[in-house]
Each structure stands twice: as structure tokens, then as C-alpha cells.
């Protein structure tokens, strides 16, 4: 490799990284309020559904756009986005069943200014 195609090379994985731990950072880890909501709400959630639903989430959710912003839409909204996204991707009914548990969370559990 010469010098500058692995300067380019460099630049580029330092803009990934960057990219990646911020759009990560934005989003809401699970926590024990987290948790309450989704076991009260449907009562057969594993412990690991809704960490793994925000993997799943932002893994599968942010490869054609950004990351959506949770609070940007209402539950009707989100059922019916999740829903219609997951049709043009190959992803489980399981996956899909906890992406949606995880949104409808954190969507109920922040605090919306709206
Ligand atoms: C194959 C590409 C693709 C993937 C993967 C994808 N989306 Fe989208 N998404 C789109 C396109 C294209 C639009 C804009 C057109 C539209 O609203 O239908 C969009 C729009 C959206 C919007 C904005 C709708 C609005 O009214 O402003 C949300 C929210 C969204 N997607 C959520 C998701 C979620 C959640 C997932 C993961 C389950 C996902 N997307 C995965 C292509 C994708």
C-alpha cells in the first residue's frame, strides 16, 4: 500500500468509528424502568428481548437512513412503520416482534416534550 491510499484508508476508519459511536451513543440503553414497562405490558418478554431488540434495532434500522429518532412518532405511527419496513427486509417475526418492543419502551418511557 503507499502512502496515501493508506492515509485515505486511515481517514475512513476514523470517520466509521466516529460515525458509529455516535449514533449509538444516542440511543437509550435498556434499564430496570425499561424492563418494568415491558414485562407489565406483555408478560411473556424474556429478561435479554429488549437489549437485543435495540441490537436488532440498530443494526437492521439505519442501513438506508439514519437511525429514526424514537420520540418522533406516536405508537400507531410506529406499528405501522415497523411493520412496513420489516416487508422489504429478511428479518424474523421474532426480531421484528422485538425491535417493536423495544420502541414502543422507550417510546413510552421518555419523557416527550409533545
Ligand atoms: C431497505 C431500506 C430500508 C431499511 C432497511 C429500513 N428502512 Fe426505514 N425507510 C426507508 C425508506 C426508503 C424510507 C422513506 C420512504 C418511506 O417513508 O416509506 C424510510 C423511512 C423510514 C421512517 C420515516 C417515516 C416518515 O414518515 O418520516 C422511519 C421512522 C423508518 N423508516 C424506520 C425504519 C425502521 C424501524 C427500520 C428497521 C426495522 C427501517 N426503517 C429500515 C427504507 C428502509
Known amino acids: 500500500m503507499n502512502k496515501n491510499k493508506f492515509l485515505i484508508f486511515s481517514l475512513i476508519l476514523s470517520l466509521s468509528v466516529l460515525l458509529i459511536s455516535c449514533t449509538t451513543s444516542a440511543i437509550s440503553y435498556i434499564n430496570q424502568n425499561h424492563v418494568e414497562y415491558a414485562t407489565n405490558r406483555w408478560t411473556n ?37 415497523i411493520d412496513e419496513m420489516s416487508k422489504e427486509m429478511k428479518l424474523a417475526d421474532n426480531d421484528v416482534n422485538k ?16
Do not use: M
Open 45 to 81: 418478554t424474556a429478561t435479554n428481548e429488549l437489549s437485543e431488540g435495540r441490537t436488532l434495532y440498530i443494526q437492521n434500522c439505519s442501513g438506508c437512513h439514519s437511525l429514526p429518532k424514537i420520540t418522533d412518532f406516536n405508537e400507531s405511527k410506529w406499528i405501522e412503520l
Open 99 to 114: 425491535i417493536q418492543k423495544y420502541v414502543l419502551t422507550i417510546l413510552n418511557t421518555s419523557n416527550k416534550i409533545n
